[in-house]
C-alpha cells in the first residue's frame, strides 16, 4: 500500500511539473488541481499510515 501511494505521489509531482510547461488553458488547470490533490491525498495517507516510532 506505502509503495503504491509513493508512486502516486512521485508520478502527481512529475506531472505537475510537466503541466507547468504546458500553454495556459482550462485543461492544464483541470488537470494540476487533479494533481495537486492526489499529491495531497497521498501525502496525508502516507502521514496516517507511518510507523508509530517515525514520529
Known amino acids: 500500500?506505502?509503495?503504491?501511494?509513493w508512486f502516486?505521489?512521485?508520478?502527481?509531482?512529475?506531472a505537475n511539473v510537466m503541466l507547468n510547461?504546458?500553454?495556459e488553458s482550462g485543461?492544464?488547470?483541470?488537470?494540476?488541481?487533479c494533481a495537486g490533490v492526489a499529491?495531497?491525498?497521498?501525502?496525508?495517507?502516507l502521514w496516517v499510515?507511518?510507523?508509530p516510532h517515525e514520529s
Not at 1 to 5: I, Q, T
Not at 8 to 14: D, E, I, Y
Not at 27 to 33: D, E, F, Q, T
Open 39 to 45: 499529491v495531497i491525498a497521498s501525502g496525508v495517507a
Open 27 to 33: 485543461l492544464r488547470i483541470g488537470l494540476s488541481v
Open 8 to 14: 502516486v505521489l512521485c508520478a502527481a509531482l512529475v
Open 49 to 51: 499510515l507511518r510507523d
Open 1 to 5: 500500500m506505502k509503495a503504491l501511494l
Open 21 to 23: 510547461l504546458m500553454e
